[in-house]
C-alpha cells in the first residue's frame, strides 16, 4: 500500500524541482527523504511564491507519484549538495488551501492548520490525496489514492 506525503517549500523552488523531475524536503536533509519510498503520492504545499517573502500564496503546487531509487545528493553549487527523490509529477493546475480547509482530514476543524506545515514533510490519508488531487485537476497516469 502506497502512502501520501505534503512536502512544504516555496512555490519557486517547488517549480524548479518539477522542471528537472525531483523533491527536496527541509533544506535537503536525508532523513525525512528515507521515510518516502517508491510508488507514493506527494504533494507539495508552497505558503509563499518566493522563500521568506509574505505573499500569503497558501496553494498546493505540485502533485505527482515518487519514483524507483534511493536518496541521492545533487549539487547546486557552492558546496550546497541536497538530498533528493526522484518524482514523476503529473499535469496539474496550482490550487489554493482555503476552499478545502473544512474537507481535508489533516485541517478540518482546526483554527491552528497550518501548525503541521512547519514540519516541511508529513503523511496525509488517501482521502486527502484524492481531494487535493481532484481541486488541482491533476493528470496522474500511475497514481492511486489506496
Request: glycine residues 10%; hydrophobic residues 40%; proline residues 5%.
Amino acid at each position: 500500500m502506497s502512502a501520501h506525503w505534503i512536502a512544504v517549500a516555496s512555490a519557486e523552488h517547488v517549480r524548479r524541482g518539477r522542471e528537472a523531475g525531483f523533491m527536496q524536503v527541509n533544506h535537503g536533509k536525508a532523513a525525512p527523504l528515507r521515510r518516502i519510498k517508491p510508488g507514493d503520492g506527494i504533494i507539495y504545499y508552497s505558503p509563499t511564491t518566493i522563500l521568506r517573502e509574505k505573499d500569503g500564496l497558501q496553494a498546493f503546487t505540485a502533485i505527482g507519484t515518487v519514483r524507483e531509487g534511493e536518496p541521492y545528493q545533487g549539487d547546486m553549487g557552492g558546496g550546497f549538495t541536497p538530498f533528493r527523490r526522484d518524482v514523476e509529477w503529473a499535469k496539474a493546475e496550482e490550487a489554493p488551501i482555503k476552499p478545502l480547509l473544512e474537507q481535508l482530514d489533516f485541517t478540518a476543524g482546526k483554527s491552528n492548520w497550518g501548525y503541521q506545515l512547519r514540519f516541511g514533510l508529513f503523511e496525509i490519508t488517501a482521502h486527502d490525496f484524492a481531494l487535493i488531487a481532484e481541486a488541482m485537476g491533476a493528470a496522474m497516469k500511475a497514481m492511486k489514492a489506496d
